[in-house]
């Protein structure tokens, strides 16, 4: 996720040692301490534009706020390390909440995978540490479904679905994302890009701490065929339908390491909501030469994706605007 990123976090009217730490005048140790308020539902692809509890007020590198893309997840995976310790959990990509107990992802990031050795993350931010005023939750993959027609050596139809073992619980961090109606266009809409990939590309780039967040805009098809065939790809690649474009602006991409994550554009008729337009699947470096980024264009698979939702017995109509 570009541009280069190195924050210094400045919270307002800061009290304590730690950013994420709230100071306040102790209880008496009787008192009784009430659960936290379980959060209104108000539909699908709600954004907290201001964050959840805080804001970081030096998010000048393209930081998000703690709970900004509540559907937001990290896709894991059990490795072992040394014999006779626990496994250490590896990052594989970006993953999205479209319900309770599914996570969208990119197909590449999770073909050929050991089902029993992946998880997800959702509510995550800060990968440093535990401190964050709501925490995470982890969940095993039970199943892996991969689009049928996904193509490993071109990435076509570049989409998979993971099912949980469990439902996560709703939080204001914890929350599914909208899905697009089938064939719905996004052309000309500025839009996120989430995702904790590398800041620029090679081995000189590094992965990210905090959740990125880059604002770009959805390439019409055939700008974004021009534009990549400008580049090595040469003037007779064709685009495949399963594909979108995005971004095109020098210096603002995603990059390696955020495969899987979402573009989620802006709801006309909702303000505040945003729908999941794209997956991130490849690109011509990371915001080079003003190239757009290729995602999985999510309206194409809306229908498979409803499909398997109705296979597994759950109901598609949480991820409907």
């Not at 393209?62 to 014999?83: I, N, R, T, Y």
């Not at 604002?215 to 700008?223: F, H, Y």
């Amino acid at each position: 996720m570009r541009p280069n990123f190195g924050p210094i976090f400045r919270i307002k009217e800061p009290t304590c040692e730690s950013y994420l730490d709230v100071c306040c005048q102790a209880e008496p140790l009787d008192t009784p301490i009430p659960p936290p308020p379980q959060p209104a539902r108000v539909g699908c692809g709600r954004r907290n534009p201001d964050g959840v509890g805080f804001r970081i007020t030096g998010d000048l590198d393209g930081e998000s706020q703690f709970g900004e893309f509540p559907w937001m997840v990290a896709v894991l995976k059990d490795e072992f390390v040394k014999q006779n310790e626990p496994p250490v959990k590896l990052y594989q990509c970006g993953g999205t909440l479209i319900h309770p107990q599914v996570v969208m992802t990119a197909a590449h990031c999770v073909a050929g995978k050991d089902v029993a050795s992946l998880k997800i993350r959702a509510g995550e931010w800060d990968t440093q540490t535990k401190n964050e005023l709501f925490p995470h939750q982890d969940r095993n993959v039970i199943d892996l479904l991969i689009h049928p027609e996904y193509y490993a050596g071109a990435l076509y139809n570049d989409v998979a679905l993971l099912k949980l073992d469990a439902p996560v619980d709703q939080a204001d961090n914890v929350d599914v994302v909208c899905l697009p109606e089938q064939g719905q266009i996004f052309d000309l809409k500025r839009c996120f890009a989430s995702g904790w990939g590398k800041n620029v590309f090679g081995k000189e780039g590094q992965y990210q701490v905090i959740l990125k967040k880059v604002e770009l805009p959805v390439v019409p098809r055939q700008q974004c065929l021009q534009a990549l065939r400008q580049t090595r790809l040469g003037q007779h690649f064709r685009l495949h339908n399963s594909f979108l474009c995005a971004g095109g602006e020098p210096g603002k991409d995603t990059c390696k390491g955020d495969g899987g994550s979402p573009l989620v554009c802006p709801l006309p008729n909702r303000p505040g909501h945003y729908a999941q337009a794209g997956i991130v699947a490849w690109g011509i470096g990371c915001g080079e030469n003003g190239t757009p980024g290729v995602y999985a264009n999510v309206a194409v698979f809306r229908q498979w994706i409803d499909q398997q939702m109705r296979n597994m017995n759950l109901d598609p109509g949480v991820y409907h605007f």
